[in-house]
């Protein structure tokens, strides 16, 4: 829980945050789109920090969505290059903070370079107790749910499984968040109000929060403004009984 100065909270276990608004801010300072992607993965770091201090277990970030390659090249080249920024950047600071790395996405379209580079980040921080972070790179709701469906059919075809076991709990073991807990609230900045192929499986349920606020300038306070309007909430998941908060 994380204390303001009148109230403690109960804080969600898992938030996502669509990571959007980096090439508007930009314009706004007359820089150009990448300044404005540079900046947002900055942000990256403070969020997760700042979710790290407030007790969040796991944050999941939407970094590159699979529909991303159909941007101008130059603009590509340039999101291509932030992993291994990424990885010089932080990794003392996440070390610090015992931040567990993870990401989440295609591995079929990524250069060998940044595949090594993802695969050392998340060998090198498997072992820490702290903040799970999911990077969502080259991700697709869609194709994640696609690729799932296709391992349980070549089950079936097999004969190892029968349609009519198929369920719930066999689709989320596929799922590239399968070993996060359930996905509690899904942040979008930057005043657009849709999913964007972003974790449409796991947001079944989850609370959504909307705001103008472009992604390089959603600090702290943006977070726990966030996350008390989310205490407001009540989660039925269809049912009729209440869920109260702790005020």
């Known amino acids: 829980m994380f204390k303001t100065k009148k109230i403690e909270i109960n804080i969600p276990k898992h938030i996502a945050i669509i990571l959007d608004g980096n090439g508007r801010w930009a314009k706004k300072r007359g820089m150009p789109r990448t300044f404005g992607h540079q900046k947002g993965v900055e942000n990256i770091k403070n969020i997760a920090i700042a979710a790290s201090d407030m007790g969040i277990e796991a ?8 529909e991303n390659w159909k941007r101008p090249k130059k603009e590509v080249d340039f999101l291509m290059k932030l992993p291994g920024e990424f990885e010089k950047k932080f990794k003392s600071e996440f070390e610090k903070y015992d931040i567990k790395v993870m990401f989440s996405g295609r591995k079929t379209h990524l250069s060998k370079e940044n595949l090594d580079i993802l695969e050392r980040i998340t060998t090198k921080t498997k072992d820490r107790q702290g903040l799970v972070l999911n990077i969502c790179f080259d991700y697709g709701s869609q194709t994640e749910l696609v690729e799932a469906m296709k391992d ?3 089950k079936v075809k097999e004969g190892v499984i029968e349609p009519e076991d198929i369920s719930v709990a066999m689709i989320e073991e596929r799922l590239y968040t399968k070993d ?10 930057s005043g657009e109000i849709r999913l964007s192929n972003f974790l449409l499986w796991q947001a079944a ?3 959504l929060y909307f705001c103008s606020t472009y992604w390089p300038s959603f600090g702290k306070k943006e977070l726990e403004k966030a996350i008390l309007d989310y205490t407001k909430r009540q989660r039925r998941f269809g049912g009729l009984k209440s869920w109260k908060h702790v005020f």
């Open 59 to 66: 944050l999941s970030v939407y970094a590159f969505s699979t």
């Open 152 to 154: 349980i059919a070549g």
């Open 180 to 189: 996060l807990p359930p996905l509690d609230l899904l942040i979008r900045p």
């Open 205 to 207: 349920y989850s609370e």
